[in-house]
């Protein structure tokens, strides 16, 4: 049976009736987004291969207790941002204590403008270059929107954060990578 034309959650229901060698169909639509979203937020990594796999068995543990009203994309990238940021977590040595100002002092949404699909086609090619120059807070936001394509509702559930939260991280994060671009000597003109 061809299963193509079924959406995620629609597998996924069939999976919990006992169909469980569909998660399979689950894994060959994700693993690539998921190695993407591994090797840009966790760049220079070699362990992504091995975090990728966590995901997925994660979510294959936890799939019974998906809520079937919801959509399945965030509810895998949100398993995925966990397993990453406990990985780099452990990574640390020294436990820092901060507060997270765009949480308690968020900034509204901006608005979409004329140009946005050239403006996010040229943040998405610099963010190439100078991704491992923007911190982990602001970098994992700007990733699921420019890579991902996800909206600020679905990176608001994935992070655990307010949507105007998400918005006010990619703003940051769009400012860091032109201050990136200034020390760089390169200059960008609408």
Same mark, same amino acid.
């Given at each position: ?16 009736? @006992?169909?469980?060698?569909?998660? @399979? ?147 940051? @994060? ?17």
């Amino acid at each position: 049976m061809d299963y193509t034309n079924k959406t995620d959650e629609e597998i996924v229901l069939l999976i919990k009736k @006992g169909n469980l060698e569909l998660y @399979g169909a689950l894994v060959k639509r994700y693993e690539t987004k998921m190695q993407r979203y591994a090797h840009k937020f966790l760049f220079g990594r070699n362990d992504t291969d091995d975090l990728v796999q966590d995901v997925f068995i994660k979510a294959y543990v936890n799939l019974q207790s998906f809520d079937d009203d919801r959509k399945f994309s965030p509810w895998i990238y949100r398993i995925a941002h966990n397993t990453y940021v406990n990985a780099l977590k452990k990574k640390l040595t020294d436990k820092v204590f901060s507060i997270d100002f765009d949480t308690f002092l968020p900034h509204p949404k901006a608005t979409e403008t004329a140009d946005a699909d050239s403006e996010k086609m040229f943040t998405k090619e610099m963010l190439d270059k100078h991704m491992d120059m923007i911190g982990e807070k602001y970098r994992e936001p700007l990733i699921l929107y420019f890579y991902e394509d996800m909206d600020y509702k679905e990176i608001s559930q994935i992070l655990g954060i307010p949507a105007s939260t998400v918005g006010v991280r990619i703003k940051r @994060g769009k400012e860091k990578l032109k201050e990136i671009l200034e020390k760089n000597n390169f200059v960008y003109e609408k």
